[in-house]
């Protein structure tokens, strides 16, 4: 972008040609539209771990709720039913089993949260920028 505000001059030793400035606004986007690109999709690949790891909680919290109704249910409430009714063994593990699942679902959703929206929110004030920066050097080169 130095190039355009820049005063070079052309191979006739006065100020550089439409043609020469048209070239070289060319080549500059070009490069900007690449590099801004890249840093897209560098940040989208970061914003998609977290919403992979985020996914993987929350199936990591159903599972484990289910193999836990399915698994220690059964032995808790025996365990339990030596002491008090079987009814209330079997409420006192499902409240707990439910409890765990809420919490790792939380802690799911914290991660997916954090990779939304999924648009490339730095890019987008790279570009912007880039715009105002570009915008500016035309305003001044049209006024000297």
Do not use: C
């Amino acid at each position: 972008m130095a190039d355009v505000a820049n005063h070079r001059t052309s191979r006739t030793g006065s100020e550089p040609s439409t043609a020469e400035l048209v070239q070289r606004a060319t080549e500059q986007v070009s490069r900007l539209v690449r590099d801004e690109l890249a840093l897209a999709r560098a940040e989208l690949t970061q914003k998609g771990k977290h919403a992979g790891i985020g996914i993987g909680l929350f199936g990591g919290g159903g599972a484990l709720a289910l193999y836990g109704l399915g698994a220690l249910v059964a032995a808790v409430i025996l365990l339990l039913a030596l002491v008090m009714p079987a009814w209330l063994g079997a409420l006192i593990v499902a409240v707990a089993l439910f409890l765990l699942a809420g919490i790792l679902a939380l802690v799911g959703k914290k991660q997916v949260s954090q990779a939304v929206p999924p648009v490339p929110a730095a890019t987008v004030r790279s570009v912007r920028a880039d715009v105002d920066t570009v915008t500016a050097a035309v305003r001044d080169r049209g006024r000297a």
